[in-house]
């Protein structure tokens, strides 16, 4: 890497990480289900530990969740693999993410609630109001708040696209502090971290955005984890002011060294902070 960030500005970051009021976090499919698809209970709790331990710390929390089609697939195996299969499999997949995001939040005595959304609500300004209204009722009743994309009626035109995005519309839309995508690799690398055996992981990405965006065009392939569209979201919040943080979600306790200011995953450092 020949632009890194320098030391002060990484280390900042993380401070401003650490003391976030406000959080999004996001989590992909992989980190909540297993081989079979099946919602896996341990990772599922061990997340819901994590974002626990932050409400406990004051902050606010908003859960973007992947998972639905995922989910659904480990209870129906339908044949062939067309859009309307998924979106179907997502109704059935997300009553069961949610049945478990209840319980697991239940041992800690914790209500949650589920919003879906489509493009839509986030291009309309009255729909995205009314949206942000009843985001912040929920945070001040303490409930956790867990999002995803409504899969049952976002046909081509009405996509998001993915989880990636949506989190961080969501968060420059409702002013996150930080945002943390929690996926299966560790962060963002110098190379494909499931093909290459050493690959470099990039601890902080700022002025070095230009020369990391080609590498990950150039190297990225639909395998890859999605990792283009992780780094195009932390990018989009930190060109908000905010930090991003994207962290491999099988870390021990990996939300709360980022709200104690540890090094983990790849930082993506506030614009403001760049200089
Ligand atoms: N909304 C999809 C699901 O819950 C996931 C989309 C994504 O992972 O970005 O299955």
Do not use: C
């Not at 002060?8 to 650490?18: F, G, L, N, P, V």
């Not at 800690?108 to 995205?128: G, K």
């Not at 976002?154 to 968060?171: K, P, Q, T, Y």
Request: hydrophobic letters at 35%; charged letters at 30%; a negative charge.
């Amino acid at each position: 890497m020949s632009d890194r960030v320098d030391a002060e500005a990484i280390d900042r970051a993380r401070r401003q990480a650490a003391a976030a009021e406000r959080v999004v976090v996001k989590i992909g499919t992989s980190s909540v289900t297993d081989e079979e698809s099946n919602l896996d209970d341990d990772k599922l709790d061990q997340f819901v530990d994590g974002v626990n331990s932050l409400i406990d710390r004051g902050k606010e929390v908003i859960v973007v969740s992947s998972g639905a089609i995922g989910a659904g697939k480990g209870r129906i195996d339908p044949d062939g693999d067309t859009i309307e299969a998924s979106q179907a499999l997502s109704t059935i997949g997300q009553s069961h993410l949610m049945r478990r995001y209840t319980e697991s939040f239940e041992r800690y005595d914790r209500s949650v609630a589920q919003l879906l959304l489509t493009r839509h609500d986030l291009n309309n300004a009255e729909r995205f109001t009314n949206f942000r209204n009843t985001l912040e009722t929920l945070l001040e009743w303490d409930v956790v708040p867990i999002m995803n994309e409504n899969d049952a009626v976002a046909i081509e035109e009405l996509r998001i696209g993915d989880n990636d995005m949506l989190s961080a519309s969501v968060g420059v839309g409702i002013d996150v502090d930080l945002l943390v995508t929690l996926t299966d690799v560790g962060g963002v690398y110098t190379d494909n971290p499931k093909e290459d055996d050493e690959p470099e992981r990039i601890e902080a990405i700022g002025r070095n955005y230009a020369e990391i965006e080609t590498f990950i065009e150039e190297s990225t392939t639909d395998e890859f984890g999605g990792i283009r569209t992780k780094v195009r979201g932390a990018r989009k919040i930190s060109e908000h002011g905010a930090p991003a943080i994207i962290a491999r979600s099988t870390e021990p306790d990996v939300l709360q060294k980022i709200a104690t200011g540890e090094p983990v995953g790849t930082i993506f450092v506030p614009i403001s902070e760049q200089q």
